[in-house]
């Protein structure tokens, strides 16, 4: 009975050192909070859990990350980003999404996404898969400034919040017809030459910017140096007062706009 109860005194003092050397980090909770990724543990495992950080031994190893349900790909050489997965909305597997344009058409129609592992500040915290996904799209709609979706296979909300920081990329094949002559996607804009009407070149569209209502081509011209030694660059809003036509074909944007406009 003596030793006994000397066992009990021991192993008590061992746990009450351990919850008063890791209180102040806060970290002893972690201990109080159901893990949803490890495993089921035997009573011995829940009795010597508390000696982990004290002896090293992983008495509660982590089950591996859930599979996806989707298969890798590569993604197609002409696919677009469009937007990144800013994790799950509500419980039953919907995803929050924020496109790049005020512009989000492509996203809420196209039925085949390519979701992309982040970088930069999401790429730590990701381990959802790595590379690329192919994913279907069951529905995706407006909300309240962004978008949500439903992915195929994605039913619960643990799948779903997986996912964050994704990025999602649409095949420009997937991209929906345009419905009339005079409109364009930006993709098919950048790397266009830009003339104005006199023929004397201005450039090539390096980018457009979203300024509220109105869309403007970023123009870098190689022939003019600007600021620091790097191309001029021209801003020219993308409407029926300045553009004239539009050649994809030709690769070639027409222009009412001077050159000393920018200069």
């Known amino acids: ?35 949803p990724r490890s495993v089921p543990f035997s009573p011995v495992q829940s009795c010597l859990a508390p000696l982990t950080p004290l002896i090293g ?9 859930r599979p996806i349900p989707w298969p890798i790909a590569t993604r197609p050489k002409d696919a677009v980003a469009l937007g990144h997965l800013q994790g799950a909305w509500g419980v039953k597997g919907w ?14 129609q196209a039925k085949t996404w390519y979701l992309e592992a982040p970088e930069g500040r999401f790429a730590k915290s990701f381990d959802a898969f790595t590379g690329t996904v192919q994913v ?16 195929t296979a994605c039913d619960d909300r643990d799948l779903a919040q997986a996912l964050k920081g994704a990025q999602v990329w649409v095949s420009r094949a997937d991209f929906p017809q345009t419905t009339s002559a005079d409109e364009f996607y930006w993709v098919d804009l950048i790397g266009l030459r ?3 009407r006199e023929g004397l070149p201005l450039g090539v569209v390096h980018e457009l910017l979203a300024t509220g209502p109105t869309s403007v081509m970023c123009i870098h011209d190689d ?15 993308f409407v029926a007062q300045y553009v004239d036509t539009v050649q994809l074909a030709e690769g070639l ?6 050159a000393d406009f920018d200069v």
């Not at 995803?95 to 809420?108: I, N």
């Not at 279907?136 to 992915?151: E, M, N, S």
């Not at 022939?223 to 809003?237: F, Q, S, T």
Request: with cysteine; glycine share 6%.
């Open 253 to 258: 944007i027409h222009v009412d706009w001077q």
């Open 136 to 151: 279907g799209v069951t529905a995706c709609k407006p909300h309240t400034g962004a978008l949500v979706a439903q992915l």
């Open 1 to 35: 009975m003596a030793t006994a109860n000397r066992v009990r005194s021991a192993y008590a003092f061992v746990v009450c050192a351990f919850f008063f050397a890791h209180f102040k980090q806060g970290v002893w909770l972690n201990l109080l909070t159901f893990h």
């Open 223 to 237: 022939a003019c140096v600007g600021e620091g030694g790097k191309p001029l660059e021209r801003l020219i809003p």
């Open 95 to 108: 995803l929050k999404v924020t496109p790049y344009s005020a512009d989000a058409d492509v996203l809420l």
């Open 57 to 65: 031994i992983p008495f509660m190893p982590d089950m591996p990350t």
């Open 194 to 196: 830009v003339v104005n």
